[in-house]
C-alpha cells in the first residue's frame, strides 16, 4: 500500500436508483440531470450521502468543458448576453449549460427562478440546457452548490459551461473561483475614472465587456478607454495575459464572435504555459477547504452544549452583558 491509497476516502456505496441517475447523465439524457441536480441542492442528510455518491460515480467524467464565470450589475444585459453567446456557441457545434443564480429574498428566503424566461429562446434550443438556482443568500453570488452542479453537466457532455451570478455589484469574487475565464460586463456611462480602479472584481477578471455599445457608442468608447488605463495601475492575475477590454451589443448580437474569441486565445495563451491546469488544481484544492470549512461549522452548531447553551450566549451578547469574543471562546471551548 502507498502513502497516497492509505489517505484515499473510502468510495460511497451507491445503489441502483442512483447508478440509474448516473447513467442517464452519462447519455446525455435531461432528466436524470435534472434529477441529479436537484438530490445535490438538496439539504436532507441522506440526499447528501447519495449525491456524494454520484458525484464519485461523475467525476471521471469530468474536467473537459470550459467554464465561463458572467458577472455584473443588475440591468448590464447578463442573460441577453448570455442568451446570444449561448446561440452563437449552438450555431458553431458546442452544448451549452447555464448555471445561472437567481438572489434569494432575505425576508421569505424565496427566489423568483426568472433566468428561463428572460432567456426564452435559449431555453428552447435542444442544444442548451438552463438550470436556475436560488443564492440562498450564499456570498459570493453563486448558489452553495454551483461547483457541483457544474461537474454533472460536464459529465453530461455539455462542452461550454456558463455561469452566470446574482450581479449585486463588487462582491461577486466566488464566482472566479470556480471558472476558467472571469468576465466582468460594464455598462457605459456607469462611472468616472475613480470607479474603474476599483479594485476586487476589476482587478480578477480576465476579459471585460462593455455591454449595450450601441445606445451610446462614443460613452461606450471613454468606458473602454478609462477601464485600459485604470488596468495598468492593478497587478495582472497573470503574466502571459493582458485583460482585453472590448465592446459590444448583446441585443443586436453585435460583437458576441470576438468575445468568443478572446475566450478561446485565453485557453489556448494559459494552456501553453501551463497555467491554466494549474488553476483548475488550485480551484480543486480550495474547494477542499471551503467544504472543510462548512463541514466545520455544520459539525460545530449541531454540537449539544453548542446546541445548549448558544440561546443565552446569544441573548447576553444583544443585552451587552457579555462580549462576542466572549461568548464565541466560551463556545469554541466545548470542541476542546
Known amino acids: 500500500m502507498t502513502a497516497s491509497d492509505s489517505v484515499s476516502p473510502p468510495l460511497p456505496a451507491i445503489d441502483a436508483a442512483d447508478q440509474a441517475l448516473v447513467d442517464g447523465v452519462l447519455a446525455r439524457k435531461l432528466r436524470p440531470l435534472a434529477k441529479t441536480i436537484t438530490l445535490i441542492e438538496s439539504q436532507r442528510e441522506d440526499h447528501k450521502a447519495r449525491a456524494r455518491a454520484v458525484l464519485e460515480a461523475l467525476l471521471p467524467h469530468t474536467g473537459k468543458s470550459i467554464r465561463v464565470g458572467i458577472s455584473g450589475v443588475p440591468g448590464v444585459g447578463k ?17 451549452v449549460a447555464v448555471l445561472a443564480v437567481d438572489p434569494s429574498s432575505s425576508v421569505s428566503g424565496g427566489s423568483i427562478l426568472g433566468d428561463k424566461t428572460r432567456m426564452e429562446h435559449l431555453s428552447q434550443n435542444p442544444g442548451a440546457y438552463i438550470r436556475p438556482s436560488p443564492s440562498a443568500c450564499s456570498l459570493g453570488g453563486v448558489a452553495e452548490k454551483t461547483r457541483e452542479t457544474m461537474l454533472v453537466c460536464e459529465a453530461s457532455g455539455f462542452d461550454v459551461i456558463i455561469v452566470e451570478t446574482v450581479g449585486v455589484g463588487q462582491s461577486e469574487t ?14 457605459p456611462n456607469a ?8 479594485k476586487g472584481i476589476m482587478e480578477i477578471a480576465d476579459l471585460i465587456v462593455i455591454n449595450k455599445a450601441d445606445i451610446d457608442p462614443s460613452a461606450a468608447m471613454r468606458a473602454k478607454s478609462q477601464i485600459k488605463t485604470a488596468l495598468h495601475m492593478l497587478r495582472p492575475m497573470s503574466q502571459n495575459w493582458i485583460v482585453p477590454v472590448i465592446t459590444l451589443s448583446a441585443l443586436r448580437n453585435e460583437g ?72 464565541a471562546l466560551t463556545l469554541l471551548s466545548y470542541l476542546n
Open 79 to 95: 442573460s441577453t448576453f448570455i442568451e446570444g453567446l449561448g446561440l452563437y456557441l449552438i450555431e458553431q457545434g458546442f452544448r
Open 191 to 198: 462611472g468616472d475614472d475613480l470607479q474603474a480602479i476599483k
Open 174 to 187: 466566488a464566482v472566479a473561483g470556480m471558472t476558467d475565464i472571469f468576465c466582468l460586463l460594464q455598462l
Open 256 to 327: 458576441v464572435a470576438e468575445f468568443w474569441e478572446q475566450v478561446t486565445r485565453y485557453r489556448d495563451t494559459l494552456t501553453r504555459t501551463g497555467e491554466f491546469d494549474a488553476k483548475r488544481r488550485h480551484q480543486a484544492l480550495a474547494w477542499m477547504w471551503d467544504m472543510i470549512d462548512n463541514g466545520l461549522r455544520s459539525r460545530f452548531r449541531s454540537h449539544p452544549q453548542v446546541r445548549r447553551d448558544l440561546p443565552d450566549l446569544a441573548s447576553a451578547v444583544e443585552q451587552g452583558t457579555t462580549t462576542p469574543s466572549a461568548a
